[in-house]
């Protein structure tokens, strides 16, 4: 009888950690865009919101590239198509310097730091947007990626043996 692999191996840690960065940064960038359309006492919940889901969600976006990147020497000797794995790598690095660009322009706001540059508060709120708007289209690309390389090339997924005999 066959015994099935255990659940804690090396390349699994990235889709157990994958799925926080991207509700992270996407609420993140929904919170932030909402905030425009409310009253100020409103607003600054929301902005509030937003930034603690944005500094969450990078820390979890550079862990989630990291487990990628362990997973990725496991993984890639398995796949048909390899290139797509490096494309999925490379977006997220680009993903990852994104948001985290974002994060330094949102401290200048954060900490005031905005009164020491030559930057004004409101032209870094709308630098924090577009970052955020372009971080998310990134992620959308990056996800798409990963599904591609879990549902048509069976990334690091295991296949049961016919009749499903390590089940019984």
Request: charged residues 15%; hydrophobic residues 50%.
């Amino acid at each position: 009888m066959n015994e099935l692999p255990g659940i804690w191996r090396t390349e699994l840690w990235h889709p157990m950690v994958v799925h926080f960065p991207i509700v992270l940064l996407l609420g993140a960038a929904v919170l932030r865009m909402l905030s425009k359309f409310f009253a100020e006492e409103k607003s600054a919940f929301l902005k509030n919101t937003s930034r603690l889901s944005l500094y969450i969600g990078v820390v979890t976006a550079w862990i989630a590239i990291y487990t990628g990147s362990l997973a990725d020497s496991i993984v890639v000797r398995e796949l048909c198509d390899p290139t797509v794995l490096e494309d999925h790598e490379n977006a997220a690095f680009t993903l990852g310097y994104i948001f985290t660009a974002s994060v330094l322009f949102d401290s200048l706001d954060l900490f005031s730091w905005h009164k020491l540059s030559f930057l004004k508060k409101p032209f870094i709120e709308w630098i924090v947007i577009g970052l955020l708007l372009t971080g998310t289209v990134y992620l959308g690309y990056t996800a798409h990626l990963g599904a591609t390389l879990v549902y048509q090339q069976s990334a690091a997924v295991y296949q049961p043996t016919e009749g499903c005999v390590e089940f019984e």
